[in-house]
């Protein structure tokens, strides 16, 4: 899990606490645009509401398989900076990159033919 907030009776992390004004926007808009890109995992009834400034930012949780945080994470990385745990940051680096470095091929899609 990453990217759920304390309920005030928990330990879990407050985003106020995350935030990271220094935090590159170039490095937050590529984890925001993968967080943007997880699969469903689960839908809820209610939305969840920004801690910070009160947007409304949606019912799911995402996942890329590995990990699985909430839809409005985005939200908080990219308008309040709420920098994410190197971990996970790392995490998202490296599948952007075996993304990048992946070969592509076409020899089994090339043999398919439509039957009829
Ligand atoms: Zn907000």
């Known amino acids: 899990m990453v990217g759920y907030w304390s309920n005030g009776d928990d330990n879990w ?5 995350m935030i990271d004004v220094a935090w590159s926007i170039g490095e937050r808009t590529v984890v925001a645009d993968y967080l943007s890109r997880g699969l ?5 009834l209610g ?3 920004c801690r910070i400034c009160g947007e409304v930012l949606g019912c799911m949780d995402l996942s890329d398989g590995c990990y699985m945080w909430p839809q409005g994470l985005e939200h908080y990385v990219l308008e309040h900076a709420v920098r994410l745990p ?3 940051v790392d995490h998202v680096l490296l599948q952007q990159q075996s993304f990048e470095d992946a070969q ?3 020899t089994q899609w090339s043999r ?3 039957d009829k």
């Open 47 to 49: 939305k969840a509401v």
């Open 86 to 88: 190197v971990w996970f």
């Open 112 to 114: 398919v033919r439509a």
């Open 13 to 17: 992390p407050r985003p106020e606490e």
């Open 104 to 106: 592509v091929c076409d």
């Open 40 to 44: 469903i995992a689960r839908v809820y």
